[in-house]
């Protein structure tokens, strides 16, 4: 079993930086592709960014390309998104994700999500 903690929402004005937060509690986390998606209200969640287990493989979806960048730590059992120049339509619940080997961008592949930080932008 793997449990994911999100950490690093909140608000931010539009043009603003935050950097989310996804540790992992598992001995494993270097054998896990994990992945960040997000909700907002009314909206179906969406794949934002993707990782391979040993960080050489990053997937991005084209709304964040250039602006937000996916790292990972194996020794820390982390994963980070750093979201740039964020934008009114960036705000949203993100999720972390995690799933074994390969690095995918369909949601329904993950096998372990965590609960969720909010990031809200404001004009």
């Known amino acids: 079993q793997v449990q994911l903690v999100e950490s690093g929402g909140g608000l931010v004005q539009a043009g603003g930086s935050l950097r989310l937060s996804c540790a992992a509690s598992?001995?494993?986390?270097?054998?896990?592709?994990m992945g960040w998606f997000r909700q907002a209200p009314g909206k179906e969640r969406e794949f934002v960014a993707g990782?391979?287990?040993?960080?050489?493989?990053?997937l991005y979806a084209d709304s964040v390309k250039g602006r937000f960048t996916i790292s990972r730590d194996n020794a820390k059992n982390t994963v980070y998104l750093q979201m740039n120049n964020l934008k009114l339509e960036d705000t949203a619940v993100y999720y972390c994700?995690?799933?074994?080997?390969?690095?995918?961008?369909?949601?329904?592949?993950?096998?372990?999500w965590g609960q969720g930080t909010q990031v809200t932008v404001s004009s």
């Open positions: 994700a995690a799933r074994w080997l390969r690095v995918v961008v369909s949601g329904t592949e993950y096998d372990y």
């Open positions: 598992t001995l494993t986390f270097s054998n896990l592709a």
């Open positions: 990782i391979s287990w040993s960080g050489g493989t990053t």
